[in-house]
């Protein structure tokens, strides 16, 4: 799933990155009400962690700007203020849920948790294609029918190649939102990865996969072949992504 975490404080925000990280999550963080808007507009989130006490635009203006525009992002409030009637405004601008400072770590994983569930209900969790499903809630994959065990890291870009079947995924869109690093850093780690999956992927029938993630010559990678002639006239005129600047806690590429 797809987190943005919007919290100034720089320890804090870095610990939430990292812990939500290690439960297979793609966390994306920022430090200003402003750049989240911004965030926003770029990706679309499944939750949004949002703190209040924010500099250059309010947690409750990014609230209230964030449900006009994304009804169905769950929103986390993180408040150091115990009084009430601010938990209810929160609540009433529509934020799903509200954790009061000082909290554990594990508390704000099950409300998480909790909201990522209640968001699944009206949205069907299994992606599927060419006899491969993946359940983002269990966070299984089998193809045929067999079970197949995936590290984190191939398990983000199975699901992001499955949630944008018929697109080219370029290779710096995947670096930029599987890996969080630069679209032109120069790294040859999609192609890898890529290769991972179809070995794993393999069946007698397919061994090399590729009736399932095709590659795209000169652009990057596709599942379902049906939209790649409309993908690369999308690749040829795309804009390179560089406007949103968001902090980077770890560039290494890690499985």
């Known amino acids: 799933m797809k987190i943005l975490v919007v919290e100034?404080?720089?320890?804090?925000?870095?610990?939430?990155q990292k812990g939500l990280k290690l439960e297979g999550h793609d966390v994306d963080w920022v430090e200003d009400g402003e750049t989240a808007?911004?965030?926003?507009?770029?990706?679309?989130?499944?939750?949004?962690?949002?703190?209040?006490?924010?500099?250059?635009k309010d947690g409750i203006e990014v609230l209230v700007e964030l449900r006009r525009r994304c009804e169905r992002t769950a929103v986390l409030v993180l408040t150091g203020r115990s009084d009430v009637e601010e938990k209810v405004k929160c609540l009433n601008l529509g934020a799903d849920d509200c954790l009061l400072k000082p909290f554990s770590f594990y508390e704000l994983r099950a409300r998480?948790?909790?909201?990522?569930?209640?968001?699944?209900?009206?949205?069907?969790?299994?992606?599927?294609?060419?006899?491969?499903?993946l359940n983002r809630m269990s966070r299984k994959v089998k193809r045929e029918g067999r079970l197949i065990e995936l590290t984190v890291k191939e398990f983000?870009?199975?699901?992001?190649?499955?949630?944008?079947?018929?697109?080219?995924?370029?290779?710096?869109?995947?670096?930029?939102?599987?890996w969080q690093m630069a679209p032109d850093a120069g790294t040859n780690v999609v192609d890898v990865y890529i290769n991972y999956l179809r070995k794993k992927l393999a069946t007698p029938e397919d061994p090399s996969s590729e009736a399932i993630i095709a590659t795209v010559r000169?652009?990057?990678?596709?599942?379902?072949?049906?939209?790649?002639?409309?993908?690369?006239?999308?690749?040829?005129?795309?804009?390179?992504?560089?406007?949103?600047?968001?902090?980077?806690?770890?560039?290494?590429?890690?499985?």
């Open 112 to 133: 998480c948790k909790a909201l990522l569930r209640r968001r699944e209900q009206f949205a069907d969790p299994v992606l599927r294609h060419g006899g491969v499903e």
């Open 37 to 56: 808007l911004l965030q926003l507009e770029a990706r679309a989130f499944d939750l949004v962690v949002l703190d209040l006490g924010l500099p250059r």
């Open 218 to 255: 000169g652009a990057g990678y596709v599942i379902g072949g049906g939209g790649i002639k409309q993908s690369l006239r999308i690749v040829r005129s795309e804009v390179p992504f560089g406007q949103i600047h968001t902090r980077s806690i770890d560039r290494r590429v890690q499985a």
């Open 156 to 178: 983000a870009l199975l699901e992001f190649l499955l949630a944008r079947q018929g697109q080219c995924c370029t290779r710096g869109e995947l670096l930029r939102d599987v």
């Open 8 to 16: 100034d404080d720089g320890a804090l925000g870095l610990f939430l």
